[in-house]
């Protein structure tokens, strides 16, 4: 357990799952205008980052619709759209959603439950710094699947509790937010998440992917994060099955 801004953060010994408790109230309403202030400083770093991250998912499967849960401001659409992709958006914050909309991006405001899109309307869902924040993630993700066609791809990126930085930091650890961050997974229960909402959890390919301009350093990034974890963020890719 550890303890930090009046909450308390379990960690389940079976499955590895921790939890914040008592659950943060107001969960949404804090992301109003100053706690995207630091996101929009960084946007040039964001969109070159939302770039490798494209070159990584396009090593798996080519441009498509794709659906960007948590989309903030909307760099990430911005970035997918560049590369071909049919981008989409969605965010509880309507501030977010406003300043995405003022770049020209299909944003929606609303978490994914209650936007209700019809079943297999996306090729790609992607999940960046979103799964911490979800008051219930098998139910998110039973959405998530719903909303995929068969055989598509999800991508989440998330802190990882299993990382030896938490281990190190405990409290100070960066990621731990009990007032905002719901769950923190390690890729084990993450995993079990996964495969128990209806998907098998993959990786990038190193060799045979497609070709495309920057695929040789996406090749490289894959194989680096085969044998070395140096980030305390992790991403985890799975298919939709059938």
């Known amino acids: 357990m550890v303890h930090k801004d009046s909450h308390d953060v379990y960690r389940c010994r079976q499955c590895g799952l921790a939890f914040t408790h008592p659950l943060p109230h107001k969960l949404y309403e804090q992301y109003d205008s100053g706690y995207f202030e630091l996101y929009r400083r960084r946007r040039a770093f964001r969109l070159k980052r939302a770039d490798a991250r494209l070159r990584q998912i396009e090593l798996i499967m080519r441009p498509g619709k794709l659906l960007d849960i948590g989309c903030s401001l909307g760099y990430f659409l911005e970035a997918a759209n560049a590369r071909g992709w049919d981008a989409c958006g969605i965010d509880v914050s309507a501030y977010a959603v406003n300043e995405a909309r003022k770049l020209g991006l299909n944003a929606h405001v609303g978490d994914l439950e209650q936007i209700g ?3 297999s309307s996306f090729d790609c869902v992607t999940m960046w710094d979103v799964l ?22 999800v991508v989440i990126g998330t802190p990882n509790v299993d990382h030896f930085a938490f281990r190190l930091k405990r409290d100070k650890w960066r990621h731990l937010k009990p007032a905002e961050h719901v769950y923190y997974f390690g890729r084990s229960s993450v995993e079990t998440l996964l495969r128990k909402t209806g998907f ?6 190193v060799w045979a992917a497609p070709l495309f301009p920057g695929h040789l350093r996406a ?3 894959a194989l680096f994060s085969r044998v070395a974890q140096p980030n305390d963020v992790m991403t985890v890719y799975a298919r939709a099955e059938e």
């Open 117 to 119: 899109f019809e079943s």
């Open 132 to 153: 911490e924040h979800v008051p219930d993630p098998t139910k998110h993700m039973r959405e998530v699947r719903r909303v995929l066609v068969s055989g598509g791809l």
């Open 200 to 205: 098998r959890p993959i990786k990038p390919p």
């Open 219 to 221: 090749r490289v990034r």
